[in-house]
């Protein structure tokens, strides 16, 4: 339909994590020993924006959760362990739970 606009700014972030940390699944279960045939990564959080009912509240999300979707002979233990690892250390999530400065700058053209 014509008022489809795509993917918006906030869904794209969300993507970006899942993306990661399926990848990083990928790269990093043989060497956790972790056969996996398979996984899917869904993310979803909870957006705190309404800054006309609260312009004191939380402006972005508010709450992020994964949910990884594995075929695996794997122990549920070991899974665990091993979602800990990629939760912990895929780079777009550290970014967000690092909450690094952000500088603009102006430029003309």
Not at 13 to 37: D, E, F, N, P, Q
Not at 53 to 79: C, K, V, W
């Amino acid at each position: 339909e014509a008022d489809d606009e795509g993917i918006t700014p906030v869904e794209a972030l969300l993507s970006a994590i899942g993306a990661c940390k399926a990848m990083m699944v990928r790269a990093y279960s043989r060497k956790h020993g972790i056969k996996v045939t398979s996984v899917q990564v869904e993310v979803e959080g909870d957006l705190g924006i309404n800054r006309d009912a609260n312009p004191d509240g939380p402006q972005g999300f508010t709450e992020i959760r994964t949910r990884y979707i594995f075929e695996s002979d794997a122990s549920d233990e070991a899974l665990k362990t091993f979602t800990d690892f990629i939760d912990q250390f895929c780079p777009v999530a550290a970014t967000i739970k690092e909450s690094p400065a952000m500088i603009s700058r102006i430029e003309r053209k």
